[in-house]
């Protein structure tokens, strides 16, 4: 007599069929996350290291400080899928991005396998209707911006991401070294400014 007890199937464990498969790779559906609350004076600051908070800290001292609308501002890691789900309530976020080797700045779905945080997070964002801005640091090519440029024209996924694309044709990507140029953060400042008032 066969117990059929300890072969049912445990409903929180996926079966093998329940992945999707893209490019001959198992993909896992994720949770479906709730919007983001946007009605509020909440400006998110997000990064993707644990090191990097207190430094995103002190970047968005330095821009919000200047804002006459005053936003509170929250920094949130973003290291795993949870970290995307848990994006606190903001109407606007600075995603802070270090890009890697390849001068990736946010995944691209076609091209990356892995978990792909920063496209994930910044979609949610954007699903959510929150104003995104992109800032791009540790680039070192960024300090021979001339006056007004927003960011480093080397950095050619801007022009092929979809979602960069997006956002660079609202003036919300820009790049640096260690700091914000004047005219960097001025745009910044004016549309928070905007956003909040």
Not at 166 to 177: C, E, I, N, P, W
Request: glycine share 6%; hydrophobic share 35%.
């Amino acid at each position: 007599m066969v117990c059929w007890r300890f072969f049912a199937r445990n409903p929180m464990m996926p079966r093998q069929n329940d992945a999707f498969h893209h490019n001959g790779n198992a993909v896992w559906p994720q949770p479906e996350a709730q919007p983001i609350q946007t009605g509020n004076k909440n400006v998110a600051l997000l990064c993707f290291r644990n090191d990097d908070g207190e430094i995103v800290n002190r970047w968005g001292d330095e821009i919000l400080q200047s804002c006459n609308s005053k936003p509170r501002k929250r920094v949130h890691v973003i290291e795993s899928l949870d970290d995307v789900t848990a994006i606190p309530p903001c109407r606007a976020a600075l995603v802070f991005v270090d890009p890697d080797e390849m001068e990736m700045i946010i995944e691209d779905e076609r091209h990356h396998i892995g978990m792909s945080l920063r496209r994930q997070a910044v979609q949610r964002l954007l699903d959510s209707r929150v104003e995104v801005f992109i800032v791009v640091y540790h680039d070192k090519n960024t300090n021979d911006l001339t006056s007004g440029q927003m960011y480093n024209r080397k950095l050619g996924q801007i022009d092929q991401h979809a979602q960069l694309k997006q956002l660079k044709g609202q003036t919300r990507v820009f790049s640096m070294k260690d700091s914000l140029k004047p005219w960097q953060t001025g745009q910044i400042v004016g549309e928070m400014d905007a956003i909040f008032s």
